[in-house]
């Protein structure tokens, strides 16, 4: 069986700024047939313009010595698989339409006079050709003003539209890198009609809507148009426009950002209504949509949320917790160290005897193997005096369990302390459990509480009557909980549930977001007092009004490693195999809006379980997050992965910055898409960028990377000029030397299957008798990311495999000013007489 793998990818609308059009095409040749050579390959495309459909031949790769197969690793085709690759650069000259449609035929050498086609009518490869944008500072700026007017239809009397309101524009801010304003949708009457008319997009190629999938979750919905959103409520909506900028879109309560929802919802022909909920009071609140346009997608949500920061009042939250004395800092960060939760492992089974059981197998095998054990805990669901385990269940008491825990939470931290974990934390619901409060348990008789009617929501399949805590009690409620807990040892919570509140059936009343906003001003402020910064867990909070809460938190988190820390997406669930893919393109496509949230919080990607076969997905996916990596499941599970390839013996993970999802990925569901997904991360000194590529589709994905266009998407282009490049592919250990980095490396990965490229500056030096120039770089670390040290002598375009116990020694020796000391001792060159002299032997790396 042959199956041809083609890029650009069928299907799909491909944008092409460049001069030149990369055709790629690899033909796999499957063991379980003798598939005869490709003979002939073609573009069969409309580029010509004049209606017409022509063929462009592609030329096989060995035939003109390409060394496009660099970095692909046959052993994930399959065992006994054959590959053949054709290529065709086409010059964007060329083309006369701007825009065109092309699939691919080809011929085999026994059926000399047959095409076989690659795929069905309507399910051809699109193309888009732009110009390319000018680099940043140097377009007028008159141009994003221009790209932002245009984005949205004026008001229009069409028949088959409500009545628009239009927007008017206002508080521009221009700049030659952007624009961004206000709109101010006139005559807004959402009471009457529940949501009205706001606009109508043009001139548009992509769209990336984040819905809000239930009140606690915001997803992904890519497409054309906004027909990938339709019937859902959208916080925020990223749009490529024809031109190749990008422009991004959302809506908030400008006077009363956490008293009130604003979303929008799409209708036909790219239409946007904007929805109030409750209804806004137009003499005391009016909503506004922060508009921005810039030339990458991150910038744009960047300065839009800037914008949204600068136009909302201050919260209290900052003056609350100034008069508090918060707890000092720890030495054990969430994100800086490896963790454990409870949850998969126990669910609310959860117990002392279980949890000190399974920690202690945990830490034995993982010191025994040299594997990275947890440095800290969450003990979570099932651990509190509840009236029954379940969405109905009422928290009684503060106390834990007597019967799972008898020595209380104390006994549990006391143990697990003798272990190692440098820390614990207590999971908890913010208005108590998922039932609220017991109104016949010892907490009704210390508290005042109010009685609510909670709807029913695809989260939590339940429609109750629940007893709150009423907002003028709920301060002193936390105070209690949480000066308890501290007490048991516990130094962080995990509060779970936030956007419970908007279940509830009196929501259409202003007086339920007042105590929605005062439960999180007691939570907060007590747990600034009891834990210190850095010590909330936020989950099932991926909402409106936490994110505008967020962006009235002007002062910024002390470190980076003090930050509060988000939940980023939806549950992990170990044991449904379809939901692997999708977390992780759910979480690299939350990244472009939660990373510019991270002055104050870290996105965290939640648990995973080792020793599954898409665990090594997930590590890998985890490390790159900025958040933190902890895991789940028994010691059997730990002991069936190597977690220290990826973190390190020491478990003590790197905080670089969240990942930037590449352009090529923003616009279509990567779950369902023939293609990879693929993220970019740079080092803090810019002297390298992590490229890591992940297969979340169903099936074998075989196509290039992009290289210099991801490098300068990273906004990493300081690092790009006039030096010497090392490519290195983390899991063959292959290295590709070049003096400015080629586009194009074709991967072949399996489904759940991922890989890391590490493109480093490498350094220059003199040899001792100034008659050799070396170049040297370090790639990763000893202690994680497999690092090895390359040291050539004026060698280009070779691709070789390096061993690392070979090549690099580690010296202990310390080093100030953050850096590391290392001992290279390498050969320079295959071929070569040369040796590295001792006076080179050693050098500081940053």
């Known amino acids: 069986m042959t199956r041809p793998y083609i890029y650009p990818p ?18 796999i040749h499957s063991s379980s047939s003798e598939a005869p050579p490709v003979s002939d390959v073609e573009i069969w495309s409309d580029m010509s313009g004049d209606g017409e459909w022509h063929g462009t031949p592609l030329v096989r790769t060995a035939d003109s010595g390409a060394m496009e197969l660099t970095f692909l690793d046959v052993a994930q085709l399959g065992e006994g698989c054959q590959i053949e690759q054709f290529y065709l650069d086409l010059p964007a000259s060329v083309a006369v339409a701007r825009r065109f449609e092309f699939t691919l035929r080809w011929k085999s050498t026994d059926s000399p006079e047959e095409w076989k086609w690659a795929s069905a009518a309507g399910h051809n490869a699109r193309i888009a050709l732009r110009p390319r944008l000018a680099d940043s500072g140097m377009t007028p700026a008159s141009y994003w003003r221009q790209q932002l007017r245009s984005l949205l239809r004026p008001a229009c009397s069409s028949d088959t539209l409500p009545p628009p309101a239009t927007a008017i524009a206002d508080s521009w801010q221009v700049s030659s890198s952007g624009a961004s304003c206000m709109f101010k949708p006139s005559e807004f009457d959402n009471a009457a009609s529940g949501a009205d008319f706001f606009g109508q997009l043009e001139a548009i190629d992509g769209i990336l809507a984040f819905a809000r999938k239930d009140p606690f979750w915001i997803i992904p919905r890519a497409g054309t148009d906004t027909a990938s959103a339709a019937g859902l409520d959208v ?6 426009l024809s031109t190749g900028a990008y422009a991004a879109l959302m809506p908030f309560a400008k006077d009363a950002p ?46 839009l949320l800037e914008r949204i920061q600068l136009a909302l009042p201050r919260s209290s939250i900052d003056e609350l917790c100034a008069h508090s004395q918060p707890a000092p800092p720890h030495a054990t960060s969430l994100s800086g160290s490896i963790g454990y939760c409870t949850w998969n492992t126990f669910y609310q089974q959860v117990s002392h005897d279980g949890v000190v059981s399974v920690l202690s197998d945990l830490c034995r095998v993982g010191r025994a193997t040299r594997q990275p054990v ?85 989260a939590v399949k339940a429609e109750s009557d629940v007893w709150l805590i009423s907002s003028e009690s709920v301060a002193a409620f936390y105070d209690e909980f949480y000066q308890w807990l501290h007490a048991q040892g516990i130094s962080f919570v995990k509060v779970d549930y936030q956007a419970a509140f908007e ?63 988000m939940r980023n997406s939806d549950d992990y669930y170990p044991d449904v195999p379809e939901s692997h893919g999708w977390h992780i393109y759910c979480n690299m496509a939350n990244a472009l809006w939660s990373r510019q949230l991270d002055s104050r919080l870290a996105g965290d990607w939640d648990m995973f379980q080792p020793g599954k076969k898409e665990s090594h997905l997930h590590a890998a996916a985890r490390i790159l997050s900025a958040g933190p990596l902890y895991i789940t499941g028994s010691a059997t599970d730990y002991s069936q992965q190597d977690l220290a390839s990826v973190i390190g013996h020491t478990g003590r993970t790197p905080l670089p910055s969240p990942p930037l999802i ?48 991801i490098l300068a998407e990273s906004a990493a282009t300081g690092s790009l000029g006039d030096s010497h490049y090392v490519i290195h592919q983390q ?30 500056k490498m350094a220059m030096f003199q040899s001792t008798d100034r008659s050799a120039t070396l170049y040297a770089t370090c790639i990763g670390d000893t202690s994680r990311y497999a690092g090895i040290a390359v040291v050539e002598r004026n060698v280009f375009g070779v691709v070789q495999k390096l061993a690392p116990s070979s090549h690099l020694s580690r010296a202990r020796s310390p080093c100030g000013s953050g850096q590391r000391q290392w001992t290279l001792r390498a050969r320079i060159a295959s071929g070569s007489n040369s040796f590295c002299p001792p006076s080179m032997a050693r050098h500081a790396f940053k």
């Open 374 to 458: 947890p440095e800290w805990v969450v003990i979570d669901d099932g651990w509190q005096t509840t009236t029954q385990d379940n969405s109905q269940g009422q928290l009684s008491e503060i106390c834990a369990n007597r019967d799972k825990f008898p020595g209380r939470l104390k006994q549990t931290v006391q143990a697990l302390s003798k272990l190692g974990i440098a820390r614990v934390g207590a999971w908890h619901a913010l208005w108590g459990y998922w039932g609220g409060i017991d109104p016949s348990g010892d907490l009704a008789r210390r508290y005042t509480l109010e009685r609510y009617h909670r709807k029913w929501c695809p």
């Open 10 to 27: 069928l299907g799909l609308l491909t944008c092409v700024s460049g001069p030149v059009i990369a055709f790629r095409v690899h033909f």
């Open 731 to 760: 899991s063959t250990n292959k290295v590709c030397i070049c003096q400015i980095p080629g586009d194009m490396y074709t991967l072949a990965l399996r489904l759940l299957a991922c890989e890391a490229l590490t493109v480093a």
């Open 503 to 565: 279940t509830l059936s009196e929501l259409d009343g202003s007086e339920v977001y007042s105590m929605y906003n005062a439960y999180y001003d007691a939570m907060e402020s007590a747990a600034r007092r009891y834990f210190g910064p850095g010590s909330v867990i936020y989950c099932m909070a991926q909402t409106p009004h936490l994110i505008l809460r967020t962006l009235q938190h002007l002062s910024p988190a002390p470190s980076a490693q003090q930050r509060e820390i």
């Open 235 to 240: 916080v925020l909506v990223l749009i490529e």
């Open 662 to 709: 590449a352009s090529s990925c923003l616009f279509a569901d990567m779950t369902t898409t023939a293609g990879f997904l693929i993220g970019s991360t740079t080092l803090a000194d810019e002297s390298a960028v992590i490229i890591s590529v992940h297969n979340v589709f169903h099936e074998l994905v075989v196509a290039p990377v992009l290289v210099s266009q």
């Open 258 to 303: 956490t008293k009130h929802t604003v979303v929008f919802r799409t209708g036909p022909s790219n239409t946007l209504y904007l929805r109030a909920s409750p209804a806004l009071d137009s003499a005391t609140s009016s909503i506004r949509v922060a508009a921005s346009v810039s030339q990458r997608a991150h910038d744009a949500i960047h300065n």
